[in-house]
């Protein structure tokens, strides 16, 4: 069965830091992988996805990259701001009805 | 993406009720909708699949009897937990599926408190 870790379950950093956000996954086989971010309450926002032939997606200070055969996925967030403070979440997905989350990483960004 | 909503955002009820939580699509004809728990400190756990028109599959450990799931329509799927515990205090999320194959739009999530 897929597992997805995420490290550091949680990071603060201060405001103008750039960071990075961890995401290993124990099967190769999957379909893609994305980045949610989730506030306080609140359901998830997609980031990126990356599909399995991708190396990596960019969205504004975002970076996403996918090294499928490692089973890494890292998440690169520029010139950090207090609204970026919220939990991250990778998924991975390998079918139609399969994605498989990780525990989050909560950030929080110092003014 | 497609718009999704969730009612109510949060309740509170009393063990041994049942509630009734609504996910609806607002702006896409969805036949395959998707339901997730998050328990806290926890990833999200998808729960069962909801198709229109047929009977959900649920995932292993997941008591059918106990979460119902209704997709009656392509805009409109709900998850009654009958007979809640305390232990289902949860956070629950839906999805729909989109229209690219491996796509999911996720609603706010419904918090439910069993007291």
């Known amino acids: 069965k897929q597992e997805v870790t995420q490290i550091p379950a949680a990071l603060s950093v201060p405001e103008g830091e750039n960071l990075v956000l961890n995401c290993s996954f124990t099967?190769?086989?999957?379909?893609?992988l994305q980045w949610f971010r989730q506030d306080p309450g609140k359901g998830l926002t997609s980031l990126l996805l990356?599909?399995?032939?991708?190396r990596e997606q960019t969205s504004g200070r975002l970076n996403a990259s996918l090294d499928k055969s490692s089973g890494r996925s890292t998440l690169y967030i520029a010139a950090s701001q207090p609204g970026d403070s919220a939990t991250y979440l990778c998924?991975?997905?390998?079918?139609?009805?399969?994605?498989?989350f990780g525990t989050g990483t909560r950030l929080t960004v110092i003014p | 993406g497609a718009v999704v909503s969730q009612h109510p955002s949060w309740v509170i009820c009393k063990s041994g009720t049942s509630v009734k939580i609504e996910c609806r699509s607002l702006?896409?004809?969805?036949?395959?909708m998707f339901w997730y728990r998050q328990f806290p400190k926890q990833s999200l756990m998808l729960m069962a699949t909801?198709?229109?028109?047929?009977?959900?599959?649920?995932e292993q450990g997941v008591e059918k009897d106990k979460f119902l799931i209704n997709h009656a329509s392509l805009t409109l799927s709900t998850l009654t937990v009958t007979s809640a515990h305390p232990e289902d205090s949860s956070f629950y999320i839906c999805?729909?599926?989109?229209?690219?194959?491996?796509?999911?739009?996720f609603g706010p999530g419904t918090r439910l408190t069993v007291t």
């Open positions: 990356i599909q399995s032939s991708q």
């Open positions: 099967d190769s086989a999957i379909y893609n």
């Open positions: 909801s198709n229109e028109g047929s009977k959900a599959t649920y």
């Open positions: 702006d896409f004809q969805a036949t395959t």
């Open positions: 998924a991975v997905q390998t079918g139609a009805n399969n994605l498989f």
């Open positions: 999805s729909l599926g989109g229209r690219g194959r491996y796509e999911q739009y």
